[in-house]
DNA sequence: GTCTATAAAGCGATAGAC
DNA sequence: GTCTATCGCTTTATAGAC
């Protein structure tokens, strides 16, 4: 599990996000490791509800089934459990997007290949997305979280030199505003998570072609 | 945001104390004092920053250079405070909304107007757009606030059936998911309230006449 | 209409027993 | 690894003086 940039300078290393490399020593350490983990799903699945402001350590105990005091054997602090679900979230994000873009292909292709990835993350970052969407005000002004400007900063690059890319060649019309339909894009990928639930009539990609569609070729017949 | 400059002037609401002797506007209802609306202007700014759970009586209090003790001689509660915010927000989007559907015009002028209307509430409704995004989820469980989601319900069948509307006339295409468009339009929306700043670049309706181009007819080109 | 003062509950976090 | 017990603080809200 390699820790990507989106943290970089913390003082110590994290347990493995999901997805990760699995653990076979049947030691302590991967014990509690598997513990940690464990504890950070179920504070994940309070923060998709309801944000983190929100979510109170002793509901992330209750959830447990200990007592609030004892969450602090795992973690320094409630920051701290926001903090490894948002850099999981963001790591993996960053590193798909950047593949993404170094492929080159057309811009059409780019930005519908930044969109799949987009919504294939609603499902397994569904608390990552809900926090950032619910709590980023309040954690961007938190310097422990200073990374979350710098992503997004990052992301935006992205985002809107394929838009201009995808106009200088003429596939994308001209009279439409890179950066306005960058945030129109991320914010109606983002916000799904509110309705989202997998299962449902659409999966995630299902909904991504639906997007696509739209936003391609828009819902007038021609 | 400073104290004083929403409300100059300060006209006379002097004499009338409280106790029982209530000021009868010109009109039915005893206008709220203006002291009042004075501090609901206040709140609003608030929880237009940082939503309504994450904003606390003491903020508000601090706005107004008083105690947070004394507001409670001009409300029950913080939730009234809120509940006033969001029942002017819906009164006034429902009216509107049903204006445009009466007009009984074809779809697609149906939906830019839909459209145009929710633009215009962004910087009115501030507030109460934060609060219905950030949290929903909490006053949508207490029963107070239950007409939150009855209102949410009425305007989805207007957007709903105007686009099967426009579908039916050949006017909307066939393979798009009436529903599905209806939450990314109004998605789409709300969402802009987080970054959407009067005096920017657009105005409200720049933004709407922007999202209704690549709405109707897509950012490819043709 | 605002103040002083405070209640009652909940918050994040800590210390030490087991 | 969890519990007992609690600290220091903040929260919404109330009572009564002025």
Redesign the interface.
């Known amino acids: 599990m390699t820790t990507t940039s989106a943290n970089s300078g913390r003082p110590r290393n994290r347990a493995t996000g999901e997805g990760g490399a699995r653990r076979r020593g049947k030691g302590s350490a991967a014990l509690a490791s598997e513990r940690r983990e464990h504890l950070v799903r179920l504070a994940a699945e309070l923060f998709a509800?309801?944000?983190y402001?929100?979510t109170t350590v002793r509901n992330i105990a209750d959830e447990a089934g200990i007592l609030s005091g004892s969450l602090y054997h795992h973690f320094d602090s409630k920051e701290s459990i926001v903090d490894e679900i948002l850099a999981g979230f963001f790591n993996e994000i960053m590193a798909a997007y950047r593949k993404v873009i170094d492929e080159g292909k057309d811009p059409?292709e780019t930005i519908a290949g930044l969109v799949r990835i987009a919504f294939g993350t609603l499902e397994p970052h569904r608390a990552a997305i809900t926090v950032m969407?619910?709590d980023?005000?309040?954690l961007k002004s938190v310097e422990r979280f200073a990374y979350l400007t710098r992503s997004e900063d990052e992301v935006e690059r992205m985002w809107v030199d394929t838009?201009k890319a995808?106009q200088e060649q003429?596939?994308?019309?001209p009279?439409?505003?890179p950066k306005?339909?960058y945030?129109?894009i991320r914010?109606?990928v983002w916000?799904?998570v509110?309705?989202f639930r997998p299962g449902g009539r659409?999966d995630s990609q299902g909904?991504a072609d639906?997007?696509l569609?739209?936003?391609?070729?828009?819902?007038?017949?021609?």
């Open positions: 509800e309801k944000g402001q929100a059409r969407q619910n980023w005000n309040h838009i995808g003429g596939l994308f019309r009279d439409i505003d306005l339909t945030r129109m914010d109606t916000v799904a509110r309705w659409l909904l639906h997007y569609k739209v936003m391609f070729d828009g819902i007038n017949t021609h």
